[in-house]
Every structure is written in structure tokens, then in C-alpha cells.
């Protein structure tokens, strides 16, 4: 310990003026310090640390700074934080409209046309072809050209806008006093409708041309040798793949396309063809958002229930199965039993039936994976 002691000198006798850095926790001393310098002021009344020059805070730049520029300053900060931090209101500006000779009907030049639609499906600007944009008399129009020249999805939702911008001010310079039509319900109806033709299109062509043709959506039915299979699937994968486009992006009403979705799934008459397979996977795709809402879930699970039970019972029937009488213990059954035991033995037949059957093994497991969902 005492050697330990003597390799730190004691502070008490530790010289004021020291040319290296001291002890850990000890300021250095540097040689000739003013703190040194015993004159009758430091003696008297200490030694005090004046500062380096008058003003410390204009000492770099001669400005003359007055209290009535200071306030002018500081009153323009305020006006600028309150212009920043207030709302826009919206109400005020009105919605500027596309000129009207940006537009020019499609019906007049169907070579201007095609052409202007092959450029919308490349990789031109949209500002250019924002002068001049085709208009159609029937949305039904539009939805089948943009499949025609496979617009991409972000380029025809533009296109979808343009339309719907020319068609309010049409609304607009029109009928004044009325109120303006929701464009989002609009488009969503139009679209549901042209997906509802082209499921009875696809419909009709699978029905077999003995059996009396009935429509399944309550649709007038065309002729099954006039109908274009590929033209209608075509059509049915390209606006199935925009809908979704215009749904993320909110472009269309989600409760009612939702509630069309299931609506149709719960007015087929068939079970067991490729009109139902289609529903499913557009059922499945949008099953996340369904559960959102306990009207639209208890509706979807309704359908999905009912189906199973009719598919189950036509398998019953094709299979011939009679009802149980006994237990396996040999014993006769309640009917309540009955009743339990042929649905129990039904359905686990059925499942099996349908897991080994290539005609329903997709539809079960979609119906089943919704209800799972749910």
C-alpha cells in the first residue's frame, strides 16, 4: 500500500504550474495563466473571467438590429406557421374540368381510334394522349377495347378517369339542379355488368344444345353456336385483373362489389361447372376483405353451406346410400340418432368422394376453405 501511494503524490503538494496534464479529475495548468497574476484586484476580490469582446452574440457582423424589425420577423413566422398548419378547404375550388375539345367520339374515326389505343397499350406519355382521348356511348364498349389492345391496368384506370371526368362535365353542363351521379357506384355497376354477360356467354357455351337452355343469372340466352368461348374467358381473366386493379386503388364501391360477388355465387343453378370455378377463385381473392363485414360473412358462409349440403346430397344419390337402422353395436337407432348418423356417415362419403372426383374436388375445397375463413 505504501508503494502504491508514493506512485500518486499527494494533491496538497502538487505544484500550481505542472507542463504536463496531472491526475485524472484535475484541470490542467497552463504557464503564465492569468489565474496566477496576484495583483490587489484577484487578492481582493477574486480573479474574474471577463469576456472576450463587448457583444458576444453581433460580434462577427456590424448589424444594426432594432425591436421594430425584430417584431416585423417574428410576425411574418406566425403568419407562415398559421398558413401551414390551417386545412385547405376543398369546397371552394372547383374541380377543373378537361376541355371538351380533348375529347372526340371513337365512333367517327376507327382508325384514329385503334391507333390511339395502341399507343395507350405501349409506352407513350399519357400528357400526350391526354389532347386528344375517344369517348364511346356505352361503358360496355370500353371495357371490351381496352381487352382488345390489352391496355395495362395502371394506363386503363387512367383512361377509366379521363371518361369519367368528361362524362361530369356532361353531367354538369346538363342538369345543373341535379345531383351529381357517384362515378365510383357507376363504374362498379358497369363493370359487374360486363362480368355477368361474360359468365352467361361462358355459361350458355358448356350447356349441352339438347337440354333447354336456362340462364342461371336470369339473362336472356343467346344462341350457343354464336358464342365465343375464348373471346368471353379472354374477356372474363383481363377485367377480373383490372377490377381488382380499380378495387386496391379505391376507384370502385367495395360493398358493392363484394355483395355482387356473393350475390352470384348464391343465384347459380348449376353446382359442378366452369361458371362456378370462376366465382370461387374471385370469392377466394377478396375472402379477407368479406370477413371485414359480419353482413357480408354471414351471407358468404350461407352459400357456402348451402352448396356443400346440395353437393352431398347428389353424391348421396348417385351412390344410392340408405339411412342407418343400427349401430355398430348392433342396437336400433333413435330417429334423433338417425338423423345424426346419416349426416355424419353422408358427409365424411361425400368428402372422400369428392377428394378422389376431378369435377369437384376444386369447388369443395374452395367452399370449404371460404367457410374455414369465415
Not at 358462409?301 to 353437393?311: E, F, H, M, P
Amino acid at each position: 500500500n505504501t508503494k502504491m501511494a508514493t506512485a500518486f503524490p499527494s494533491q496538497e503538494h502538487r505544484p500550481i504550474k505542472k507542463p504536463r496534464l496531472g491526475p485524472p479529475d484535475v484541470y490542467p495548468q497552463d504557464p503564465k495563466q492569468k489565474e496566477d497574476e496576484l495583483t490587489q484586484q484577484n487578492v481582493k476580490h477574486g480573479f474574474q473571467l471577463g469576456t472576450l469582446v463587448p457583444d458576444e452574440c453581433a460580434s462577427c457582423k456590424d448589424v444594426e438590429v432594432t425591436l421594430e424589425k425584430c417584431s416585423t420577423f417574428y410576425n411574418s413566422v406566425l403568419k407562415k406557421k398559421t398558413d401551414i398548419s390551417t386545412l385547405q378547404d376543398s369546397k371552394n375550388k372547383k374541380f377543373q374540368l378537361p376541355v371538351k375539345e380533348n375529347f372526340w367520339p371513337a365512333a367517327c374515326s376507327k382508325a384514329s381510334t385503334e391507333a390511339w389505343f395502341k399507343d395507350l397499350a405501349g409506352s407513350k406519355p399519357l400528357a400526350s394522349l391526354s389532347r386528344k382521348v375517344p369517348t364511346f356511348n356505352k361503358k360496355e364498349e370500353i371495357f371490351s377495347t381496352l381487352c382488345e389492345y390489352a391496355v395495362p391496368n395502371v394506363r386503363a384506370a387512367w383512361f377509366i378517369k379521363m371518361t369519367a371526368a368528361h362524362n361530369m362535365g356532361t353531367q354538369d353542363s346538363r342538369n345543373r339542379r341535379k345531383l351529381s351521379i357517384d362515378q365510383c357506384m357507376d363504374w362498379t355497376q358497369a363493370l359487374t355488368k360486363f362480368l355477368k354477360d361474360q359468365l352467361q356467354k361462358i355459361q350458355d357455351y358448356y350447356t349441352e344444345s339438347s337440354a333447354p337452355v336456362t340462364p342461371f343469372l336470369l339473362a336472356p340466352a343467346p344462341n350457343i353456336s354464336k358464342v365465343d368461348l375464348d373471346q368471353a374467358m379472354k374477356n372474363w381473366m383481363y377485367c377480373t385483373r383490372f377490377a381488382n386493379h380499380m378495387y386496391e386503388e379505391n376507384l370502385f364501391d367495395r360493398h358493392e362489389f363484394l355483395n355482387w360477388l356473393i350475390e352470384l355465387a348464391d343465384k347459380m343453378k348449376q353446382s359442378d361447372d366452369v361458371v362456378v370455378k370462376l366465382i370461387l377463385v374471385q370469392l377466394n381473392l377478396y375472402s379477407s376483405d368479406i370477413c371485414k363485414s359480419v353482413i357480408l360473412a354471414r351471407r358468404l358462409a350461407t352459400v357456402c353451406g348451402r352448396k356443400i349440403t346440395v353437393l352431398v346430397a347428389e353424391m348421396d344419390h348417385m351412390m344410392g346410400r340408405a339411412d342407418p337402422i343400427l349401430s355398430s353395436n348392433g342396437t336400433p337407432l333413435t330417429p334423433a340418432q338417425a338423423i345424426n348418423t346419416t349426416i355424419q356417415m353422408s358427409l365424411l362419403n361425400a368428402m372422400s368422394e369428392f377428394k378422389e372426383c376431378q369435377s369437384h374436388r376444386f369447388i369443395v375445397l374452395h367452399l370449404c376453405a371460404l367457410a374455414q375463413i369465415i
